[in-house]
């Protein structure tokens, strides 16, 4: 008992000792036989033999632990009790990091850690991983973003703040506070962009990040959206009309004013669209049955095709004995009570005279669609949508009857199709209102949805709520898809879908999936994490084939068999999972190997007494050197035995080392401010701060610095738009150059209520005006709503001065415009032509106008190229054989020649069959150059035609001495110069001449 005392004094001495080992050196000296006791490792206070644990026969006191002791076999070496004293769980481990871990937090194997994001917490407990996303340190064993709290939902830590962006809020937007917002129709976007609100009057919701009305797109200016709808009326459109729920300004195809219903004219009874009515040369339109032809009502056979004119000019059925007529002709009377049939007077329509049907008094003997009947009966009009023939005088469809509600009649068949159910389906062929058994519109074929998967049927299909029908593995509930036991019972479910249970994800009965350990599983079984057929095997082993072994991966330490031990004994000495070995007598096991510490057996390390610890931040040295503590405020590790902040030196004065950069922050610059990395003092007018913020400027505009803040006067520091004069913050030219001031405060000039520039007084637009370039103008949309300005005077629409709503004028180009239509320059109905084409005929062309440098293919002008050739706006033409475009025309390439033979390029006419001479000035082969080349030479030497022998072909005299023949000659003859008389062979120019004189041959005689 007294022996089992004193080791318990021993244990709490060492205890205690390590607890006051494990605080940074302040100075003091430290005791020689205590000094560096082991501070990483205090689990080496458990070590058998060392006469500080129970049962342990040595004495009383501290003792060398690097020499075994005989334990007397109170102790177990293998994890067991030793005959139940004590027992190496590593518990004891747990506690000793407890204690001599102060300024750090202890990790599942029992080792201090500093304090970063990856282990995170203080005072001996347990260490936690940060969240990426959300933290980017460790403070004061708390996760934080900078120098703040971790970042919340929506947000994500960037550079040390909280950001709202595209990653952290991908499916709304951010607020001006920078909070992710749910799109909705005053917070609006998607994919982290800005949220922007939406106008009330154009829209009442946000779908897919962009402005809606209802279910579709937001209303178009003019209109406005209510009830999910946008809608056109008369106070949204006082001066036109609506169509498809937009305002159109008057014209003859939209027709209308005061917000009604847009009209198409109808260009028989009228020819334009004046006051919101159509009208004719200005004046109400005709009525139905005439025509409007050069300003004047008339009816004729295009007003009345199929009646007659009366004497008033008034169009008539033409069908009865008073009035028959067709083809617009004038109204006849039948005599004698005659019948009018098809405008044409005959008999009177009965039985006895008519075996088909009667239209007033005129038979049709031969039934049809538009005339079905028998007998004499009255003619019907059979709907060609349900029948397509009249049979034994009934409509029909086929040979059967005419089709019913719901159908139309297709090929001689009744069919459920689109235009005969378009609020439906189509059960074969008929038409059935959409349901959840029956879902489909439009004439779609019926579907049967899965009511497990979706709650109601639209006209998208089957839905769920709001959305899409669930994914297979989901079940609707609430309007909502997600995965549960139901949908999902073989499996797990992860991000709402249902996954096949594996190691990653690992569960079932619809359960959350859990990732197993990849190094203690190896497969996932009935919804458990499993190695082979066993349990998970224990953390400090790996499952490799179904086996669970001790290994490098999962043994820090040494491995016993399949037991994995701290590797720190000289009984079981060993690391990163290699056989434990026994050291040497006189060694001790230091990081997992047998040795002393000193600079042989420790060269890459530093020692504490006989342990050589690796380096860092807590021991750092090398060399065997003796281990000293880095600062943690100015380091983070150590590197060739030197105390190091990432990969630089320890960081100096007023700096921290955080994440592995040194850094200027509050807690080292508490009195200054920060200029980047560098702590100021904080009191100078171009550096002003203090607790560690960010240096700021202070300028005539904002005041001087005073005890760390910029202030103007007394006061604070002047607002944005303001400038400090004379100890006061006032608005003016300086602090406000581009708007103008109200109330001392910088406006931005541009609102009809506060309109101005250069930091002048705001002014107040009178009346209807509005502030158009920060200048109050008369002219706006408001007093010029059909029209544009010119400044302040209001234009109405033209080709010079095309706009609306009171926008800028611009000028229509006259080449590709030939109209200004509601504000826009336009060709035709269409748009303006674009580059390349011209305005012709209300049509856009390309022509030698708007293509003068190219040619025109498929009416767009091309660039003049080997493929397009052509210019001056000409139809581009393909060039072939080797040659290519050259100023719009397609030649051959310079050195090469054309052969008409071969319709192609050649390097020399000699290539050319029948053409031997080539001409320079069309680059084409020729067989004669007199005629091919406008009467010059040919020279034999180079095949060129020339325009003189002399000089321009060697040793060829002049021309005229062969003019037979059409090439240079080196002297004459009767064989050369066939025709042209006797040759003279004195003559210097040694040519041709008709005859011989004296004269033409000096010196010689005329033969």
């Known amino acids: 008992m007294r022996r089992a005392s004193a080791r318990c004094l021993v244990l709490v001495s060492l205890l205690v000792s390590a607890c006051t080992e494990s605080v940074p050196d302040d100075g003091g000296t430290a005791d020689s036989a205590g000094a560096g006791a082991d501070q990483a490792k205090p689990r080496d206070l458990t070590q058998r033999g060392d006469g500080a644990l129970p049962g342990d026969d040595g004495p009383a006191v501290e003792q060398d632990l690097t020499t075994p002791v005989d334990d007397g076999g109170m102790v177990s070496d293998d994890g067991g009790d030793g005959g139940g004293m004590v027992s190496d769980d590593g518990g004891s481990d747990m506690n000793a990091c407890a204690l001599a871990c102060a300024n750090g937090c202890c990790d599942n194997n029992g080792t201090c850690q500093v304090p970063s994001v990856m ?18 340190n460790c ?54 962009a800005a949220c922007a609100v939406c ?144 405008g044409v007077c005959l008999g009177a329509c009965n039985p006895n005279n ?59 068949a009744c069919v459920c199709n689109a235009a005969s159910c378009p609020m439906g389906c189509c059960a074969g062929a008929t038409c059935t209102m959409s349901s959840l058994m029956t879902c489909g519109t439009n004439g779609v074929a019926c579907a049967a949805c899965d009511a497990t998967r979706s709650t109601v049927c ?10 899409a029908q669930c994914a297979v593995g989901q079940r609707c509930s609430n309007n909502q898809c997600v995965c549960n036991a139901q949908s999902c019972p073989n499996g797990c479910c992860r991000n709402n879908a249902c996954a096949v249970p594996s190691v990653g994800d690992c569960g079932m009965g619809g359960g959350a999936c859990t990732t197993c350990n990849g190094i203690a599983n190896d497969s996932c079984v009935a919804g458990a994490c499993r190695c082979g057929n066993g349990p998970s095997c224990a953390l400090t082993q790996q499952c490799l084939g179904g086996q669970c072994v001790c290994s490098a991966l999962s043994c820090n330490g040494c491995c016993n068999g399949t037991t994995c031990l701290p590797g720190n004994t000289t009984q079981s000495c060993g690391a990163a999972g290699n056989m434990c070995a026994i050291c040497p007598m006189g060694q001790g096991c230091f990081n997992g190997a047998c040795a002393g510490c000193n600079a042989q057996t420790c060269a890459n390390g530093c020692c504490t007494g006989n342990t050589c610890n690796m380096p860092s931040v807590n021991n750092c040295g090398t060399a065997g050197g003796a281990c000293v503590a880095c600062n943690v405020n100015t380091a983070n590790g150590c590197a060739m035995g030197q105390c190091r902040c990432g990969n630089g030196a320890a960081c100096g004065a007023g700096q921290r080392c955080v994440n592995n950069q040194c850094v200027c922050n509050a807690a080292s610059c508490p009195m200054g401010c920060c200029a980047g990395n560098t702590c100021q003092a904080g009191n100078t007018a171009m550096a002003c701060g203090t607790g560690g ?72 637009c009178a009346g209807n005006g509005a502030c158009v370039n920060r200048i109050c ?126 319709n192609s390029c050649v390097a020399s006419c000699a290539m050319c069959a029948n053409a ?87 010196g010689a005689q005329c033969m």
């Open 119 to 136: 282990a995170c917490g203080t005072a001996g407990g347990a260490c936690m991983a940060c969240d990426a996303n959300s933290a980017d």
């Open 139 to 192: 403070g004061n064993g708390t996760c934080q973003c900078g120098m703040g709290a971790v970042c919340g939902i929506g947000t994500r830590c960037a550079n040390g703040a909280c950001v709202c962006d595209a990653m952290s809020c991908p499916n709304g937007c951010c607020d001006a506070k920078g909070v992710c917002q749910m799109p909705a129709a005053m917070t609006c976007g998607t994919g982290g």
């Open 354 to 412: 008519c075996m088909g049907c009667c239209a007033g008094n005129t038979c049709n003997m031969m039934p049809t669609l538009m005339n079905c009947g028998t007998g004499a009966a009255a003619c019907v009009a059979c709907s060609a949508n349900v029948a397509d023939s009249c049979l034994a005088g009934k409509c029909a469809c086929g040979m059967g009857a005419a089709c019913g509600a719901g159908q139309r009649c297709v090929a001689g």
């Open 693 to 764: 913020a960010a240096c700021a400027a202070c300028s005539a505009l904002n005041g001087l610095c005073t005890a760390g803040v910029c202030r103007c006067g007394n006061g604070a520091a002047c607002l944005a738009g303001q400038a400090c004069v004379s100890g006061a913050c006032v608005c003016n030219a300086a602090s406000c150059p581009m708007g103008c001031c109200a109330n001392n405060v910088c406006q931005p000039g541009t609102a009809s209520g506060a309109c101005g520039t250069g930091g002048a007084a705001c002014a107040v």
């Open 458 to 467: 639209t006209a998208q299909g089957c839905r769920c709520g709001n959305g």
């Open 777 to 902: 103008s008369t002219c706006n949309a408001i007093t010029c709503p059909t029209g544009c300005c010119n400044g302040s005077t209001c234009a109405m629409p033209s080709l010079q001065s095309c706009g609306t709503l009171g926008a800028a004028c611009v000028a229509c180009s006259a080449l590709t415009a030939n109209a200004c239509v509601n504000g826009a320059c336009r060709c035709g109905n269409g748009a303006a032509c674009g580059v390349g084409q011209a305005c012709v005929n209300n049509a856009c062309v390309c022509n030698a106008a708007s293509c003068p440098n190219g040619c025109c293919a498929n009416n767009a002008c091309q660039v003049p190229s080997t493929m397009a050739c052509g210019t001056g706006g000409a139809a581009c033409a393909a060039c072939a054989n080797g040659r290519t475009c050259q100023a719009g025309v397609c030649g051959c390439p310079l050195g090469t020649f054309l052969c008409a033979a071969s």
């Open 199 to 342: 106008d009330p009057a154009l829209g009442d919701g946000c779908t897919n990040g962009a402005c809606s009305c209802g279910n579709g797109a937001a209303c178009a200016m003019g209109g406005k959206c209510a009830n999910g709808a946008c809608a056109c009326d008369a106070n949204t459109c006082p001066n036109g009309c609506c169509a498809n729920g937009a305002c159109t300004m008057p014209a003859f195809a939209t027709c209308g004013t005061g917000g009604g219903a847009c009209a198409a004219c109808d260009m028989v009874t009228a020819d334009g669209c004046s006051a919101g009515k159509c009208t004719c040369a200005g004046k109400a339109a005709c009525a139905l049955g005439q025509q409007c032809v050069n300003g004047a009502c008339a009816c004729n056979k295009v007003s009345c095709p199929n009646g007659c004119c009366d004497a008033m000019g008034v169009c008539q059925a033409g069908n009865t004995a008073m009035v028959c007529g067709a083809g617009g002709a004038a109204c006849a009377a039948c005599a004698n009570m005659g019948m009018c049939t098809n």
């Open 916 to 1002: 031997t001479f080539a001409c320079n000035s069309g680059r084409t082969c020729v067989a004669a150059c007199q005629a091919g080349c406008g009467g010059t030479w040919g020279c034999p030497t180079s095949s060129l035609c020339v325009a003189t022998c002399r000089g321009v072909c060697p040793n060829q005299n002049n021309s005229s001495e062969c003019q037979a023949l059409g090439r240079c000659t080196a002297g004459c003859s009767n064989n050369a110069c066939m025709g042209a008389g006797n040759r003279c062979n004195a003559n210097v120019d040694n040519i041709c001449v008709n005859g011989c004189s004296n004269i033409t041959c000096p």
